[in-house]
């Protein structure tokens, strides 16, 4: 069984380009969770999705960022004109129905903005 | 404030040694608790997982929660240089859905 995937691993976006991360869940989990991680910080909460729906998203910026879980497909993080403050690791989580309370986590993207 | 309160280190110790990371919380609704593992550029690996106060056992690693204190810990017997990672302490309310709450993490260097 694979775990959560996130691709890219690595990107590079200048001031004010888009950035799209994206999250595949391990296989038979429907819920996912987006956390940012900036240097020297710890993981910060931004948004938790089950399918085709956003359940909580009091950690997200209320400007330029927005996530989505389609019923086919990856989740996606989206980042609208990305400044230097959004350099940061992005890590995805996923957790089945039954065990809400273990999430596990992909290795994450790292996002560079120049 | 901050919800959870971890030191950063960074922790040096010896091969063998006993290591106890720790976390302290002020918002008593939290009832899960958690400490993950991430080694350099990697993602968080989940360790260990417990529910309210008590002990929980697993090889090496033993985690303790007392609510009381709003307290937990997290020891690692006969350390050994793969253990050399940062572990952060999360926690979950058990009325906000599936949101956790991290800790900074604290950096371990178990030296050969």
């Known amino acids: 069984n694979a775990g959560v995937m996130q691709n890219p691993r690595h990107l590079v976006r200048r001031r004010g380009q888009e950035a799209r991360l994206r999250c595949s869940p391990m296989?038979?989990?429907?819920?996912v969770y987006w956390y940012r991680q900036l240097p020297e910080e710890g993981l910060k909460f931004m948004v938790y999705?089950?399918?085709?729906?956003?359940?909580?998203e009091s950690g997200m910026p209320k400007e330029r960022f927005s996530a989505e879980f389609p019923k086919e497909g990856p989740s996606i993080l989206r980042i609208q004109q990305v400044v230097r403050g959004d350099s940061a690791a992005y890590f995805c989580?996923?957790?089945?129905?039954?065990?809400?309370?273990?999430?596990?986590f992909g290795p994450g993207t790292r996002l560079t903005v120049l | 404030q901050k919800e959870v309160e971890q030191d950063p280190g960074p922790l040096s110790v010896p091969e063998g040694a006993i290591v106890s990371l720790n976390c302290t919380y002020s918002?008593?609704?939290?009832?899960?608790f958690m400490w993950y593992r991430q080694y350099s550029r990697k993602g968080p690996e989940l360790l260990m997982y417990?529910?309210?106060?008590g002990n929980k056992e697993d090889g090496r690693f033993t985690a303790q929660v007392d609510k009381s204190s709003k307290y937990i810990s997290l020891f690692i017997r006969d350390s050994q240089p793969s253990d050399s990672a940062t572990y952060l302490c999360?926690?979950?309310?058990?009325?906000?859905?599936?949101?956790?709450?991290f800790g900074e993490g604290t950096q371990l260097t178990v030296n050969p």
């Open positions: 999360a926690m979950k309310k058990e009325t906000s859905g599936s949101r956790l709450t």
């Open positions: 296989k038979g989990h429907s819920h």
């Open positions: 989580a996923s957790s089945p129905p039954a065990l809400l309370n273990e999430q596990f």
């Open positions: 999705l089950q399918k085709e729906n956003i359940i909580d």
């Open positions: 918002n008593s609704a939290f009832q899960y």
């Open positions: 417990t529910y309210s106060s």
